[in-house]
């Protein structure tokens, strides 16, 4: 599969899981990026991770 393929194939599933993640600071509250980073390492494949990390910095600068 090629790099563009795979970008098309999970990009909403990397937009959900980023939002998922975003959605749950408020009740972590300072351990929040702790417990992103652990949710993070455990998604695979590791370019899967690497959206949504990139999804995740998107949303939150907004």
């Known amino acids: ?3 563009s393929e795979f970008h098309q194939q999970y990009a909403e ?4 899981e980023a939002r998922r993640l975003l959605e749950q600071r408020q009740a972590f ?3 929040w990026l702790s417990w992103v980073a ?4 455990q998604l695979k494949p590791p370019e899967f991770a690497a959206m949504v990390r990139r999804e995740l910095a998107r949303l ?3």
Do not use: P
């Not at 599933?13 to 959900?16: D, K, L, N, S």
């Not at 652990?38 to 390492?41: A, F, G, Q």
């Open 60 to 62: 939150n600068e907004g």
């Open 13 to 16: 599933r990397a937009a959900t």
């Open 38 to 41: 652990t949710e993070l390492y």
């Open 1 to 3: 599969m090629s790099r």
């Open 29 to 31: 509250g300072a351990r």
